[in-house]
Structure formats: structure tokens, C-alpha cells
């Protein structure tokens, strides 16, 4: 099946060129210079993936994805000359899965898409798949469809919150160390390991009472992370 990449950049030359090499690995392709006109064409434009510049004339790229982030959760790869700590946890906080500082090389953007195209298509259940379903305190969590719930409420998360809620409950009770968690859910070998703190986060505001003070995703100071299901309730599961 032939994927669409949503581009949304201004730059004229920018935007042609990563279409070239794009439409070259055999994508289709879609380009915006606006997130105005983007967000406007999105239901038509049935993208599989959008690569996102932040500085955008009108609305930038940033409130861009909070926006498109409450309507899908399809891989968002940035893509754009503002490379400090602050942007790339803005970009991450707001649901973005991958981040690429200009000026960047082809093969690393190819590679980064293919890699986010692979995960997020291959999370879909199989017809007729066996559903499995942990339940922790007022959650569901469905490894299969990577669906959780709360109370019968469904709750947004990214492609990558989910991965990583998959293994931190698969590994239940383990102290797991960032480099561990990023090896084993980012399956990178280079990178800053620093974004699973941001994501860490980013779950706990979602399933905690009390994010400072979490009961699922403890930390262990020196050790690292691991989940915890409540009193009672571990191995909660329906097949």
C-alpha cells in the first residue's frame, strides 16, 4: 500500500526538495505552506504521516500539532532549524514522535519515516485477533488495539505513549533504566535518552491522581522506572 506524507512548510525549496526525495522511495505526497490550509485539507488529504516545520507563518508549528493531535494520532515527524532542549520537549509535550534538526540528510529523514510508518501501522489487530485487556484501578489497557480507557473513556495517547505504557506494564515490577526503555521502545541506538523522562511525564498527567506523587509509574532514584499495579489488582486480565 502506497503511504501519503502530509508536508507542512513554507519554505518553497525546502518543500520540493523533500518531496523529490520523498516520491523517489515511492510516497505519495501532499504539501502545505500554511498550518492553516494543512489543517483545513487534513480529513481529505488521508495522510499516514505528517512532517511538520515549526516556524510557519500565521500559526506556528507547534499549535499546530496540539490541534491536530485531538483529531489523530498518526506519526508527526518535526522537521526544522530550531534544535534547543526547550523546543524539542515543546514538540514532544505536544504529541510529536520524532524530531530532525535542518539542515538534515535524506536517508536519515527516509529511515526516520519508514521507522514511524512501520510502528504505527503495525499496531493494528489482526481480524478476529485475540484481545488482551489489563485492567489497572478505573483503566483498561488493550495491548492489542493499543487502546486505553478510563471507566469505559477512551484516552488519547500518541503512537509512542502507547508503546511505552505496553512495555512498562509487560515489565511490570522491574526496575527498567532509561537506556534500557529507549533501546527496547525507541529501538534507536543513537539519541538523547532524556526523552523518556518527557514521556514518563507526558503518561503520568494522563493515568495518575497525582502526577508527583504517582501509584503506577514509580521512579527508583538511580535504578530507573517501573509500573506498578495497584494492591489486589496485578495479572488483572481478560483474553
Not at 515549526?54 to 530550531?82: S, W
Not at 503495525?122 to 489497572?136: D, K, L, W, Y
Request: proline share 5%.
Amino acid at each position: 500500500m502506497k503511504h501519503t506524507i502530509m508536508i507542512v512548510e513554507d519554505n518553497r525549496e525546502m518543500s520540493d526538495l523533500i518531496v523529490i526525495f520523498l516520491e523517489q522511495e515511492g510516497f505519495g505526497t501532499v504539501v502545505f505552506d500554511t498550518a492553516e490550509k494543512a489543517l483545513e485539507q487534513f480529513p481529505q488529504a488521508h495522510a499516514d504521516l505528517i512532517i511538520l516545520d515549526i516556524n510557519l507563518p500565521g500559526m506556528d508549528g507547534f499549535e499546530f500539532l496540539n490541534i491536530i493531535r485531538k483529531q489523530t494520532q498518526i506519526p508527526v515527524l518535526i522537521l526544522t532549524a530550531r534544535t534547543s532542549d526547550q523546543d524539542v520537549i515543546t514538540g514532544l509535550g505536544y504529541g510529536a514522535d520524532d524530531f530532525i534538526s535542518k539542515p538534515f540528510s535524506s536517508a536519515i529523514v527516509i529511515a526516520r519515516v519508514r521507522a514511524l510508518l512501520r510502528r504505527s501501522t503495525g499496531t493494528a489487530a489482526p481480524a478476529q485477533s485475540t484481545v488482551h485487556e489489563v485492567r489497572f484501578g478505573p483503566f483498561a489497557f488493550d495491548s492489542s488495539s493499543f487502546i486505553l480507557t478510563k471507566d469505559g473513556v477512551q484516552i488519547p495517547l500518541s503512537m509512542r505513549e502507547c508503546r511505552l505504557l505496553d512495555y512498562l506494564i509487560k515489565t511490570a515490577g522491574k526496575n527498567a533504566p532509561p537506556e534500557t526503555i529507549y533501546n527496547d521502545v525507541w529501538k534507536n541506538t543513537y539519541g538523547d535518552v532524556t526523552i523518556v523522562g518527557v514521556y514518563i511525564q507526558r503518561l503520568r498527567r494522563k493515568i495518575e491522581t497525582d502526577p508527583a506523587n504517582p501509584v503506577y509509574i514509580q521512579t527508583a532514584p538511580g535504578y530507573g522506572y517501573s509500573f506498578h499495579f495497584p494492591s489486589g489488582a496485578e495479572g488483572d486480565k481478560a483474553k
